[in-house]
């Protein structure tokens, strides 16, 4: 019987190790190769300048207009091409930096005092710190 009380307490605390930086939100701001913003808008540009070329061949739309439009999805799809670029060159942070990060973030996860993983708890089980 107490093996399964002590299968049962491991089982929770694990639960709550995992669960609660879930439940807490990111601590640190997320790195992303391209806002989704900017593919979003490149793409949507992209797809206006075709179906203004199928348009203009199926005679639905005057050159004046067509050259008009097209020039504003151009402009549109150059900014978003600019933008992405921009967030491609900019520096990425070495891996000494993330392991640093990392260690940040284990060691706020963790007791003070004896380094046990603290879960969602705000004292230690084990020392009360």
């Known amino acids: 019987m107490i093996e399964f009380a002590i299968v049962g307490v491991a089982a929770l605390a694990i639960l709550v190790w995992v ?6 939100g990111a601590r640190v701001a997320r790195r992303s190769p391209a806002p989704p913003a900017a593919i ?14 199928e348009e203009r061949a199926l005679g639905k739309l005057a ?24 967030i491609a ?21 963790a007791c003070p005092r004896c380094g046990l993983p603290l879960g969602a708890a705000s004292t230690c089980s084990q020392c009360d710190a």
């Open 40 to 53: 979003d808008r490149k793409t949507t540009a992209l797809s206006a300048i075709v179906d203004l070329e």
């Open 89 to 109: 060159a900019a520096p990425q942070p070495s891996d000494e930096e993330l392991e640093a990060e990392i260690a940040e973030m284990r060691a706020s996860l």
């Open 19 to 24: 669960v609660a930086p879930m439940l807490r």
């Open 63 to 86: 050159p004046p207009d067509f050259e008009t439009l097209r020039a504003n999805y151009e402009a549109e799809a150059l900014a978003a091409l600019r933008e992405l670029t921009t």
